[in-house]
C-alpha cells in the first residue's frame, strides 16, 4: 500500500477542532489528512470540564455559541452515533457576596444586551433548581439553555465520523513546520517527512503559535495550566453546568456519576510549566475548597484523580479563527482561551466555510481575526 | 507514541462468544466494548480509557491495564509495549473533597 | 513546608531496607505507609524464605518483618502510619493523606517502595465474590485469621500460587486442584511437591473458563487449553469449590512513578508498567529512585538488598559516604542480588522454559513439571537423592537450581554441602556421619529433605520428614503413608516426633513403613 502524504487539506491538529472540521470537510467531499502529534484528543479538547455554555461570553464569540446551541448540540449524539451526553438544563453561577453579585449583574447584563435569555435570580431561587447548595449563597445567574457534554465522547465521536467519511488520521507525527510553494502554503514539514494539501488547517492548540512562527505569522498566545478534579460516580443530583462568580471552580456531574470539577490556584500563569501536563500540589485542593464553599454536602465524595490541561490563552481571551491573507492556503482556529470545546461544532462550520468558500457566512467570526493585536496608543 | 496510520475499518466487525466478558471491573466495561472501541479507531490506551472509561474507576487501571493493552494489541496487531499505558493520577488513592480541602500549606490569609 | 532529605514510600522491605540504610549514615529520613502496621507483605508470609543465611534464609517472612522493624525502631527511623501518599509534584514534593488532611513534605530524595499488586485474569463470572486474589486470601488467613474458602481452585502454578496452597491446607482448608494454563509449574519444584503429597492433583495446560454461582462461587469450569492458551472444547471439568484463587503473577504499582512524570515503559521481564532507572534505581527525574517490586518483581530477598544498594546511591549523593565507600557497598550489595538472580529461575529467565537439565548436567524432571512431583526414575539421577548407606541418612530431594543453602548450614557435622554459588544443588559428604538430628529436615524452606534409615528398626523402614500441620501426630499413632503425589501407599507408625525451637515450628517426624516402600512413602495422613 502505497502511504497517503498529500489530499485537499491537510489539518495540523487532531484535537475536537481539527477532528471536527474534518468530518465537516469530508461530508463536503473534500480529501483529508488529520496529523497528530500524540493522540486523538490529547489536549484541550478531553482536558476541559465539558461546558456547553453561552452565558459570561464575549459577545464577539457569543454567535458560534448560540448557534452550537440552537442548532448542533441537541442532535449532535444521533449525527455522530455516539452518545455525546448532552445536557441542556440549564447554567448557574453562584455568588456568596455582594462584590459577586456585582460580577453576576454585570455578566448578566452584557449577555442580555446581545440577546441571551439570561437572569438574575435570589439564592433560594437557586436552592429551587439545586437544592444540594449552601444556604450561604445570596443570588445566582440563571441561563436556563446551556448545558453540558461529554468532551471526550464528543472529540472521539467526531473522529470517528470523520474516519467513517474517509479521513485519514496519522497519530504519532510531529509537525515542525509549513513551507510555502510559490507563495501558497503547501507543505507539511514533519518528524515523518513532508505532507502536502492544497490547503493547511492550524488547529494544534498552544502548540499552533510555534508552527505559525514558521510562516512568519504570529500572535498573542500563551499557555496556562489549568486542572480537574474527578470524583467517584455518585448517584444521580443535577445535570445543571455550575459555575461560581469568584472563579473558584466550575464543572457538571456526569451522565457517568461522578462530578467533573475545574478550577485554578491562582498561581496558574506563574507556575513553573513543565511540558507533560503536571499537576500542581496546591490546586486540587483549592479547588476542593472552593466545592466546600457552595457545596458542603459533597464533603465526603471521594476525588479519585486529577489532571491537568493547557489553555491556549489568548491576550483577549478570545480564539482566532481565519484565514491568513498573507500566506494563502493557511487557515487557523486556535487561542480557544479555555471555552472552545461548547462553540467547536460551530466553529467547525465556520472553518469548512472559510475553507471552502473563502467566507464564514452562516456564523459571522469578523471579530476573531488574527490581525486584530495592536499596540497600545 | 509509535506512528499509527488510522482509516476506516472496510470490513465488518465480527464478534465473538466471549464479548460479554467483562475487563474492567470498577466501569463495568466487557471485551466486546474495547474490541468495538478499537474497531471505531481508537488505538491507544488512553483514547479507548476516554471512549469508554476502561482504567478511570477507582483502582485507576491496576487490575485491567494488562488486561485491557493485551486486547487493544490483539486487536492493531501491535505488541503490548506499543499501545501506550495509563497515567498515573493523583490521588493515587481516592481521597474525600473535605480532607482534600483541609489542606492549609500556603494559603493566602483572607 | 514540612522537609526532609529523603522520602521513602512503602514501609515493605524495600522500603524499610532503604530508610535503615540511610539513617544508619545520619540522613533525615521519613517513611510513609498507607497501611496500619509497617513490613508490607512480609507479615502475612508464614513460610520459611530461600536465600542465603545471610540473607535471612529458613527465616519465616513475618520473622523478618519483626527483625526489620527493631532495627529500623532501634535506630530511630520515622515510619509514618495511615499515612497515605497521593501524589509527588514537581520539586519532589509529595502530599500524604494523614490524620484527616492532607500534608505536604519536600525532600531531597525520595525512594518509591510501594511493591505490587496481583494481577488478574478475565473469565466468565470471575467477578462473582469468592473469586479472590491469591495474596489477599493469603492476608485473610495469616493477618486476619479467616479461611477464605473451604474448597479452594487454585489458579497459577507460580510461587504465590503453591505457598499460598499450602497455607491454605494448613489453614484446614481443601485444595481441590492447582491449574497452569502453561504446560509447567511456574513455581519452585520443591514448593509444588510438598503441596502434591498431601494430594492436590495438579493440572497444567488447563485454564479456569466459568465460576458458576450468582451471589457467591459454587463451583469452577476448568478446560484444557492449547498451544496457544486456547481452551479445547470437549474438555471442560466441573470442580465442586467455593473459592477461586487467582495468582497469575503480579503487577509493579506503578502509579506514583508515573504520576510524577516519570519514564515509563511495560517490561513484560519485569511484571508490567515500570519506571526506567538507572544501574543505582534512580529515575529519569534526578533524585527519584524506584526500590522493590515497583522496580520489577522478584523477592522480598531481593527487596530487601535493593533498598539497601539504592539507599546507598542516596547516602553516597547527598554526602553522608565517601565514593569509595559507596562503592564498596554497591558492589557488595550487587554481589549478594547476583546470587539471588543465579539459577533456572532468574528474573533474566523469565518466561523460559527450555531447561532441560540443571547446572550440573543433571536432566530436569518432567514429572515435577507436569504433575508437582518426581518419580522415583527421575530421582534416581540426584546423587544426593541415591546417597545410601548403613544407619540413619539424609536424603535430598532438591532437583532444581535455586537460591537457597541453609542445608549447608543446618547440619552440626557438615554432612550437605551447596558452595559458594547458592543455586547448586546440595550434595552429601559422605565422610560425615549424619546423626538424625533432622535439623535439614527442618531448616530446607522447601520442605525436600528427608532421613532413612533402613537398618535401625527390624520393623521396617524409618522415614523422616518434615511436618507443619496441626494437630501434630503422636508416636505411636498409626496412619496411612503417602506417595509424592499424595496416594496411599501403605500402613504407616509414627516412631518419633522433633519439635525444638530451632527448628522453628516445622516438625520432624518419622514413621515406620514396610521396606518395599522406602522409596514411595514420603508423606503421612493421620487416620
Not at chain 2, 59 to 87: D, F, S
Request: glycine residues 10%.
Amino acid at each position: 500500500m502505497i502511504e497517503k502524504r498529500t489530499a485537499d487539506v491537510i489539518i495540523i491538529g487532531g484535537g475536537i477542532m481539527g477532528c471536527s472540521t474534518a468530518y465537516r470537510l469530508a461530508k463536503l467531499g473534500l480529501d483529508v489528512i488529520v496529523l497528530e502529534k500524540k493522540e486523538i484528543g490529547n489536549g484541550g479538547s478531553c482536558r476541559n470540564a465539558g461546558g456547553v455554555r453561552q452565558s459570561a461570553r464575549d459577545p464577539k464569540e457569543l454567535q458560534l455559541a448560540m448557534y452550537a446551541v440552537a442548532n448542533i448540540w441537541p442532535t449532535l449524539s444521533e449525527e455522530l452515533g455516539v452518545n455525546v451526553e448532552y445536557h441542556q438544563k440549564g447554567n448557574i453561577r453562584l455568588g456568596l457576596t455582594e462584590k459577586d453579585v456585582k460580577i453576576l449583574e454585570n455578566h448578566t447584563a452584557k449577555s442580555t444586551k446581545v440577546g441571551l435569555d439570561v437572569k438574575m435570580i435570589s439564592g433560594d431561587e437557586a436552592r429551587e433548581i439545586c437544592p444540594y447548595m449552601s444556604d450561604e449563597i445570596i443570588a445566582a445567574s440563571w441561563c436556563p439553555t446551556d448545558g453540558h457534554a461529554n468532551p471526550l465522547k464528543t472529540t472521539l465521536g467526531f473522529y470517528k465520523r470523520a474516519l467513517d467519511l474517509g479521513v485519514t488520521f496519522i497519530s504519532g507525527v510531529e509537525v515542525l513546520g509549513i513551507k510555502k510553494i510559490k507563495g501558497e502554503a503547501r507543505i507539511v514539514e514533519t518528524d515523518d517527512g513532508d505532507y502536502e494539501g492544497g490547503q493547511i488547517l492550524l488547529c494544534a492548540g498552544y502548540d499552533s503559535r510555534r508552527i505559525a512562527n514558521t510562516v512568519g505569522i504570529d500572535a498573542p498566545v500563551e499557555r496556562q495550566v489549568n486542572e480537574v478534579l474527578v470524583t467517584e460516580a455518585m448517584p444521580h443530583m443535577f445535570d445543571i453546568m455550575l459555575g461560581v462568580a469568584g472563579g473558584e471552580f466550575y464543572g457538571h456531574q456526569s451522565e457517568h456519576g461522578s462530578f467533573v470539577l475545574g478550577g485554578n490556584s491562582g498561581l496558574q500563569a506563574f507556575t513553573s510549566n513543565t511540558d507533560h501536563f503536571m499537576t500542581n500540589s496546591l490546586t486540587a485542593p483549592c479547588i476542593s475548597r472552593g466545592i466546600m464553599k457552595y457545596f458542603p454536602c459533597l464533603k465526603n465524595v471521594k476525588v479519585v484523580r486529577t489532571w491537568a490541561g493547557y489553555y491556549d490563552q489568548c491576550i483577549d481571551v478570545l480564539p482566532i479563527i481565519d484565514n491568513i491573507k498573507e500566506v494563502p492556503g493557511l487557515t487557523v482556529a486556535f487561542g480557544f482561551s479555555g471555552h472552545g470545546f461548547g462553540i467547536s461544532p460551530a466553529v467547525s462550520i465556520a472553518l469548512s466555510e472559510l475553507m471552502t468558500t473563502g467566507k464564514s457566512t452562516t456564523i459571522d467570526i469578523s471579530q476573531l481575526g488574527y490581525d486584530r493585536f495592536k499596540s497600545k496608543g | 507514541m509509535a506512528k499509527i496510520i488510522r482509516t476506516a475499518h472496510t470490513e465488518p466487525f465480527v464478534e465473538k462468544p466471549d464479548d460479554d466478558m467483562i475487563i474492567c471491573r470498577c466501569e463495568e466495561i466487557t471485551k466486546g466494548e474495547i474490541r468495538r472501541a478499537v474497531y471505531d479507531g481508537m488505538s491507544t490506551m488512553n483514547e479507548v480509557k476516554r471512549y469508554l472509561r476502561s482504567g478511570m474507576g477507582l483502582c485507576q487501571g491496576q487490575t485491567c491495564q494488562r488486561l485491557v493493552q493485551n486486547i487493544i494489541a490483539a486487536e492493531m496487531k501491535m505488541k503490548p509495549t506499543e499501545v501506550g499505558m495509563i497515567q498515573g493520577r493523583s490521588p493515587v488513592r481516592p481521597v474525600e473533597i473535605g480532607i482534600f480541602s483541609n489542606n492549609k500549606t500556603d494559603v493566602k490569609e483572607e | 513546608m514540612k522537609r526532609h532529605e529523603l522520602i521513602v514510600i512503602g514501609a515493605g522491605p524495600a522500603g524499610l531496607s532503604a530508610a535503615i540504610e540511610a539513617k544508619k549514615s545520619g540522613m533525615d529520613v521519613i517513611v510513609f505507609d498507607e497501611n496500619s502496621r509497617p513490613g508490607g507483605q512480609l507479615f502475612k508470609q508464614i513460610h520459611k524464605f530461600f536465600g542465603s543465611k545471610e540473607h535471612h534464609a529458613k527465616e519465616r517472612g513475618f520473622k523478618i518483618g519483626e527483625s526489620l522493624l527493631a532495627e529500623a525502631e532501634e535506630l530511630g527511623v520515622k515510619v509514618e502510619l495511615n499515612a497515605t501518599v497521593m501524589g509527588i509534584y514537581e520539586n519532589k514534593e509529595v502530599t500524604v493523606k494523614m490524620n484527616g488532611e492532607v500534608d505536604h513534605f519536600k525532600a531531597d530524595k525520595i525512594i518509591i517502595a510501594t511493591g505490587a499488586a496481583e494481577n488478574m485474569i478475565p473469565f466468565k463470572g470471575w467477578n462473582i465474590p469468592g473469586v479472590i486474589g491469591a495474596g489477599a486470601a493469603q492476608a485473610m488467613m495469616n493477618l486476619q485469621g479467616v479461611k477464605p474458602g473451604s474448597k479452594i481452585l487454585m489458579v497459577g502454578s507460580g510461587n504465590v500460587g503453591l505457598v499460598v496452597s499450602f497455607q491454605l491446607l494448613q489453614a484446614g482448608c481443601e485444595v481441590a486442584a492447582v491449574i497452569d494454563a502453561a504446560p509447567r509449574v511456574g513455581g519452585y519444584g520443591v514448593h509444588a511437591a510438598k503441596v502434591a503429597r498431601t494430594g492436590v492433583p495438579f493440572y497444567l495446560s488447563h485454564t479456569v473458563i466459568e465460576a458458576k454461582g450468582t451471589d457467591h462461587v459454587s463451583g469452577a469450569v476448568i478446560a484444557e487449553v492449547d498451544s496457544h492458551f486456547q481452551p479445547i472444547p470437549g474438555t471442560e471439568k466441573e470442580l465442586d469449590v467455593d473459592t477461586i484463587c487467582i495468582a497469575v503473577g503480579l503487577s509493579p504499582m506503578s502509579q506514583l512513578a508515573s504520576n510524577a512524570k516519570c519514564d515509563m515503559a511495560l517490561i513484560p521481564q519485569k511484571g508490567g508498567n515500570v519506571a526506567l532507572l538507572s544501574e543505582y534505581g534512580e529515575t529519569n527525574i534526578k533524585g527519584i529512585y524506584c526500590a522493590g517490586d515497583v522496580a520489577g518483581i522478584e523477592e522480598a530477598s531481593s527487596a530487601m538488598i535493593q533498598g539497601r544498594s539504592v539507599a546507598s546511591h542516596v547516602c553516597y549523593s547527598l554526602g553522608y559516604i565517601t565514593e569509595e565507600e559507596f562503592n564498596t557497598k554497591y558492589d557488595s550489595y550487587q554481589e549478594a542480588l547476583g546470587k539471588l538472580r543465579m539459577g533456572m529461575f532468574a528474573p533474566a529467565n523469565k518466561g523460559r522454559n527450555d531447561f532441560t537439565v540443571t547446572d550440573e548436567g543433571y536432566p530436569i524432571s518432567k514429572n515435577l513439571l507436569a504433575k508437582g512431583y518426581m518419580t522415583e526414575e527421575e530421582l534416581e539421577n540426584f546423587p544426593a537423592y541415591n546417597y545410601k548407606k548403613a544407619g540413619v541418612h539424609p536424603i535430598i530431594e532438591c532437583t532444581q537450581n535455586i537460591p537457597c543453602n541453609p542445608c549447608q548450614d543446618a547440619c552440626p557435622k557438615k554432612c550437605i554441602k551447596v558452595g559458594e554459588n547458592i543455586t547448586m544443588l546440595p550434595q552429601i559428604d559422605e565422610e560425615q556421619g549424619c546423626i538424625g538430628c533432622g535439623l535439614c529436615v527442618a531448616s530446607c524452606s522447601g520442605q525436600a529433605i528427608f532421613l532413612m534409615d533402613e537398618t535401625s528398626d527390624p520393623d521396617g523402614v524409618l522415614i523422616s520428614f518434615p511436618y507443619e500441620f496441626l494437630p501434630l501426630p503422636e508416636v505411636g499413632d498409626k496412619g496411612t503413608a503417602l506417595s509424592r503425589s499424595g496416594a496411599p501407599v501403605c500402613e504407616a507408625v509414627i516412631t518419633d516426633v522433633k519439635k525444638t525451637k530451632v527448628m522453628d515450628k516445622t516438625a520432624v517426624v518419622t514413621m515406620r513403613v514396610p521396606h518395599e516402600f522406602k522409596n514411595s512413602a514420603r508423606f503421612y495422613k493421620p487416620v
